[in-house]
């Protein structure tokens, strides 16, 4: 079943991955191609919770949470999507 699977899943995922995942962030780009197959409004969902994450903001060049959110609102995205693949 679904259910069996997903605990299988987090049963291999450390505990950062777990905590990240409830946040909504995927450390690599969702199957099927990529931003093709993920929508405007997921992407934004991913780098500002990217933003609110220490380490990806840090790996992005910003130390505040609300000046790395002030970018993602304003459209630009790519920033944080490409410090978060490459974790």
């Known amino acids: 079943s679904q259910v069996q699977r997903a605990w299988e899943k987090a049963a291999t995922m450390t505990d950062r991955e777990k905590l990240l995942a409830a946040r909504g962030v995927a450390l690599s780009p969702p199957q099927g191609g990529g931003a093709g197959g993920e929508s405007e409004r997921s ?4 780098a500002m919770a990217g933003c ?5 903001r840090r790996k992005a060049g ?4 609300a000046e790395c959110n002030g970018r993602v609102l304003s459209g630009d995205l790519r920033f944080m999507l490409d410090a978060m693949v490459t974790e």
């Open 43 to 46: 992407r934004k969902r991913r």
């Open 62 to 65: 910003y130390e505040s949470e």
């Open 52 to 56: 609110h994450d220490n380490l990806f």
